[in-house]
T-cell receptor, first 114, second 113 residues
Framework: NAGVTQTPKFRILKIGQSMTLQCTQD?????MYWYRQDPGMGLKLIYY???????DKGEVPNGYNVSRSTTEDFPLRLELAAPSQTSVYFC?????????????FGDGTRLSIL | GDSVTQMEGPVTLSEEAFLTINCTYT??????LFWYVQYPGEGLQLLLK?????DKGSNKGFEATYRKETTSFHLEKGSVQVSDSAVYFC????????????FGKGTKLSVIP
């Protein structure tokens, strides 16, 4: 019972490089989310998806892109990495239903941009 | 918009001490309320939840009661253990039509033997 799986766990990028953070879930949840967690700042929503083919911006989407071609996968792409994107990134999923369903989180990807 | 305010940390307690972490919220309608816990190097895990006023969520000795009159959802535990050391996040889920959670900034708890 894997839940939400994120890869890689750690990554160091140079300024201007690009990369994709992978996220997959095996719970058949329709809703998926990407957050970033900065020290002392809690979690901020980057993008979310309510189903395959449907994505929308969260609070801090600039510098990121997402796609949702399947129910299971929700990759996050950084096109031109900047030092301000150094953070811990969490993917989460939740089932359909009334608003406020609990979210299930992956273990995170720790990204440093130098 | 929706917001969650929780007490600033860090909080350091001795083992078997009583724990309270305050959480207040601002929201329209009737939100669901959650406490999540994050252990070092891990993602967030749901600790407990409450979906309507006066509901009490409980898990692993932790409790929180949804108080609509004071817009609060304070987390309590009667006797903390070293293994409870973690960061605790209060979160709010809006009503029908919105699937996002709004998180507080987190409170770091350290329990010393």
């Amino acid at each position: 019972n894997a839940g939400v799986t994120q890869t890689p766990k750690f990554r160091i990028l140079k300024i201007g490089q690009s990369m994709t953070l992978q996220c997959t879930q095996d719970m058949n949840h329709n809703y998926m989310y990407w957050y970033r967690q900065d020290p002392g700042m809690g979690l901020k929503l980057i993008y979310y998806s309510v189903g395959a083919g449907i994505t929308d911006k969260g609070e801090v989407p600039n510098g990121y892109n997402v796609s949702r071609s399947t129910t299971e996968d929700f990759p996050l792409r950084l096109e031109l990495a900047a030092p301000s994107q150094t953070s811990v990134y969490f993917c989460a999923s939740s089932p359909s239903g009334p608003g406020g369903q609990p979210q299930h989180f992956g273990d995170g990807t720790r990204l440093s941009i130098l | 918009g929706d917001s969650v305010t929780q007490m600033e940390g860090p909080v350091t307690l001795s083992e078997e001490a009583f724990l309270t972490i305050n959480c207040t919220y601002t929201a329209t309608g009737y939100p669901s309320l959650f406490w999540y816990v994050q252990y070092p190097g891990e993602g967030l895990q749901l600790l407990l939840k409450a979906t309507k006023a006066d509901d009490k969520g409980s898990n692993k000795g932790f409790e929180a009661t949804y108080r609509k009159e004071t817009t609060s959802f304070h987390l309590e535990k009667g006797s903390v253990q070293v293994s409870d050391s973690a960061v605790y996040f209060c979160a709010l889920g809006s009503g029908a039509g919105s699937y996002q959670l709004t998180f507080g900034k987190g409170t770091k708890l350290s329990v010393i033997p």
